[in-house]
Nanobody, 130 residues
């Protein structure tokens, strides 16, 4: 089981990036996938989550609502995070994770992202300059 996050880079404020989370060793559309951000010197926090394909539930943190879009391409076994109108406070290392064979049924909605994320990919760095 592997998750590979990619697509990070350096952009100016207002710019866009698209992150990819490519899954291997399992079929990601049967699991929840989450994107998390760890800013310098801060704890890792969830940014956006998507439930397994059949449920089609999506969560965004307040700080990214209206700017970020999470989506899934089941044919490519990949989940994307389109990030528009980037701000300096979006800077950090972005990780994706899944709850494959998680300890409990995930609760993902517009207001929460609660899943037993137990497999994590290596992060991809996003730097937004003002």
């Amino acid at each position: 089981v592997q998750l590979q996050a990619s697509g990070g880079g350096s952009v100016q404020s207002g710019g866009s990036l698209r992150l990819s989370c490519a899954a291997s060793g399992f079929t990601s559309h049967y699991t929840a996938i989450g994107w998390f951000r760890q800013a310098p010197g801060k704890e890792r926090k969830e940014v956006s989550c998507i439930s397994k394909s059949r449920d089609d539930r999506i969560y965004y943190s307040e700080s990214v609502k209206g700017r970020f879009t999470i989506s899934r391409d089941s044919a490519k076994n990949t989940v994307y995070l389109q990030m528009n109108n980037l701000k300096p406070e979006d800077t950090g290392v972005y990780y994706c994770a899944t709850d494959l064979e998680g300890a409990y049924t995930p609760a993902i909605s517009t207001t929460e992202c609660d899943a037993a994320f137990n497999y994590w990919g290596k992060g991809t760095l996003v730097t937004v300059s003002s």
